[in-house]
Antibody
Framework: EVQLVESGGALLQPGGSLRLSCAAS????????MDWVRQVPGKGLVWVSR????????SYSDSVKGRFTISRDNAKNTLYLQMNSLRAEDTAVYYC??????????WGQGTLVTVSS | QSALTQPASVSGSPGQSITISCTGT?????????VSWYQQHPGKAPKLMIY???NRPSGVSNRFSGSKSGNTASLTISGLQAEDEADYHC??????????FGTGTKVTVL
């Protein structure tokens, strides 16, 4: 069974940094592209970032480009999202997802990031 | 990248069919056959219901179907059931090699 478990969410002040992790199991992690998607509670989904299977290619939404960095450790079956220069508008639940035919096929349960002074 | 446009809410009675639209541009929905639909119940993670415009993952009921015409994609739920009451989100690959989601639609079963 595919499992994606996010961790690292926290309450922090504007300008701070945070690294989210996503532990993957139940599949060959190194074969799959992965994404981060976020959602303000009660609002719509917003795509954040994508990384290819070996970590050599990444893409970002304009709203996080230059501040967030996606990475992965295939030996540890773990996906990361390093978030710097955090803003109030980055407050959201962050989901880790596994690619399925160019869609977000499997989702974790999410981890909440709150940016507030 | 602006969010794809979905109606805020759609409702129907049990057994009826409803259709949710998802309107984008030629740079996303109209340009690629990579439109997906997700179902999300309150407090839960989204679930993939349709990928590649009209394909259902294994285990998804055939009451769910997807289509596309021009810059607008659609999700149809036939034989509406109480368990279908949820939020639905569309998504598309874009010409910037990114993804964009829709504004989300709340489906209510009357």
């Amino acid at each position: 069974e595919v499992q994606l478990v996010e961790s690292g969410g926290a309450l922090l002040q504007p300008g701070g940094s945070l690294r989210l992790s996503c532990a993957a199991s139940g599949f060959t992690f190194s074969n799959y592209w992965m994404d981060w998607v976020r959602q303000v509670p009660g609002k719509g989904l917003v795509w954040v970032s994508r990384i290819n299977s070996d970590g050599t290619s990444t893409s970002y939404s304009d709203s996080v480009k230059g501040r967030f960095t996606i990475s992965r450790d295939n030996a540890k079956n773990t996906l990361y999202l390093q978030m710097n220069s955090l803003r109030a508008e980055d407050t959201a639940v962050y989901y880790c997802t596994r690619d399925f035919h160019s869609s977000q096929g499997n989702w974790g349960q999410g981890t909440l990031v709150t940016v507030s002074s | 990248q602006s969010a794809l446009t979905q109606p805020a809410s759609v409702s129907g009675s049990p057994g009826q069919s409803i259709t949710i639209s998802c309107t984008g541009t030629s740079s996303d929905v109209g340009g690629y056959n990579y439109v997906s639909w997700y179902q999300q119940h309150p407090g839960k993670a989204p679930k993939l219901m349709i990928y590649g415009v009209s394909n259902r993952p294994s285990g998804v009921s055939n009451r769910f179907s997807g289509s596309k015409s021009g810059n607008t994609a659609s999700l149809t739920i036939s034989g509406l059931q109480a368990e279908d009451e949820a939020d639905y989100h569309c998504s598309s690959y874009t010409s910037s090699s990114t993804y964009v989601f829709g504004t989300g639609t709340k489906v209510t079963v009357l």
